[in-house]
């Protein structure tokens, strides 16, 4: 069984650039999350889908960044535009129920450096 | 504000030699998750703990939890090379539209020969 599939693995921009990470879920798994990760740390949320449906955006900076879960599938994760200190890991996961109780199985994550 | 915390966050030690990473959480929670994080690779779910007194093995890794203290623990027995990595444990907190994983900062291990 494929994993969670990410793309880019790696993705080197100026700042002020806007850019963009791609998720694939395992099939079937109807709970997507997006994380950062910053070197030396553990991952933090950024966002939870429970389907098409944002169901905790709370520590996404909606200034810059956004999301999108189309078809409660494939999710995008984007910066508009990017700071500096925006360089980290940005891990996908999914869950197959839904209430974020499930174990998550995570992506091999999208390594960002902002110049 | 659920704070989660991991002790020791570096170890360096011996193959064949036992040792014990410790995970704090400050509030009440019915479940927590230990995965393992290999440089630049994903992390990858070892155990879950749903109650006071889980205890789970997996080969020289064994896990326990105790709901009353806050407290899980990760215990390494006649540690292999292999079994260098990052450690993460996390904690889940239900609240509605909140619920989901705080992680710690993770244990860094390495296991020299």
């Known amino acids: 069984e494929a994993g969670v599939v990410q793309s880019p693995r790696y993705k080197i921009i100026e700042k002020k650039q806007p850019v963009a990470f791609w998720c694939n879920p395992i099939?079937?798994?109807?709970?997507l999350y997006w994380y950062l990760q910053n070197l030396g740390q553990g991952p933090e949320l950024l966002i939870r889908?429970?389907?098409?449906?944002?169901?905790?955006d709370s520590q996404l900076p909606k200034d810059r960044f956004s999301a999108e879960r189309l078809k409660g599938v494939d999710s995008t994760l984007k910066i508009q535009p990017a700071e500096l200190g925006d360089s980290a890991v940005y891990l996908c996961?999914?869950?197959?129920?839904?209430?974020?109780?499930?174990?998550?199985?995570f992506g091999p994550g999208t390594r960002l450096l902002v110049l | 504000e659920l704070k989660v915390e991991q002790n020791p966050l570096f170890l360096s030690m011996q193959e064949g030699k036992n040792y014990t990473i410790y995970c704090n959480y400050s509030?009440?929670?019915?479940?927590l998750y230990w995965y393992r994080q290999d440089p630049g690779k994903s992390l990858e779910s070892l155990f879950v703990?749903?109650?006071?007194?889980a205890v789970k093995q997996e080969g020289r890794l064994m896990a326990s939890l105790d709901t009353k203290a806050r407290l899980s623990t990760l215990h390494i027995t006649a540690a292999v090379h292999d079994l260098s990595a990052t450690y993460f444990c996390?904690?889940?907190?239900?609240?509605?539209?909140?619920?989901?994983?705080?992680f710690g900062k993770g244990t860094h291990l390495i296991i020299q020969p």
């Open positions: 703990l749903l109650s006071n007194g």
């Open positions: 889908y429970e389907n098409e449906e944002a169901v905790d």
């Open positions: 996961a999914s869950s197959l129920g839904l209430g974020g109780k499930e174990t998550q199985y």
């Open positions: 509030t009440t929670s019915d479940r």
């Open positions: 996390a904690v889940f907190q239900g609240g509605g539209s909140a619920d989901g994983l705080t």
């Open positions: 099939s079937g798994h109807n709970t």
